[in-house]
Nanobody, 119 residues
Framework: EVQLVESGGGLVQAGGSLRLSCVAS????????IGWFRQASGKEREFVAGITRHFVGTSYADSVKGRFTVSGDHAKKTVYLQMNSLKPEDTAVYYC????????????WGQGTQVTVSS
């Protein structure tokens, strides 16, 4: 089955850290961009970070630059989102998604993992 499964969410105090994982099954990352998105209650989904195919490049939303790091492990078919210096405004459901190279849109999404940052 082709799918993405996120894990690693939880409750953390402001200033703390979490590492989210996005595990792929049924396909490889070789021909895909992987993006992390989040959606807070009552707000639209927003882009957080992305990593290009073969893990050669990354991009970040301004709101998380310097605090979040996206990385990948081909052998484990996993993309990570390391989140440091967390703030209450980072509270959201976090999703990973894949974008086939050259397609220009994300075509497969995980189920999401909840991150809650207390003040």
């Amino acid at each position: 089955e082709v799918q993405l499964v996120e894990s690693g969410g939880g409750l953390v105090q402001a200033g703390g850290s979490l590492r989210l994982s996005c595990v792929a099954s049924g396909f490889t990352f070789d021909d895909h961009v992987i993006g992390w998105f989040r959606q807070a209650s009552g707000k639209e989904r927003e882009f957080v970070a992305g990593i290009t195919r073969h893990f050669v490049g990354t991009s970040y939303a301004d709101s998380v630059k310097g605090r979040f790091t996206v990385s990948g492990d081909h052998a484990k078919k996993t993309v990570y989102l390391q989140m440091n210096s967390l703030k209450p405004e980072d509270t959201a459901v976090y999703y990973c998604a894949r974008q086939p190279y050259g397609m220009g849109r994300y075509d497969l999404w995980g189920q999401g993992t909840q991150v809650t940052v207390s003040s």
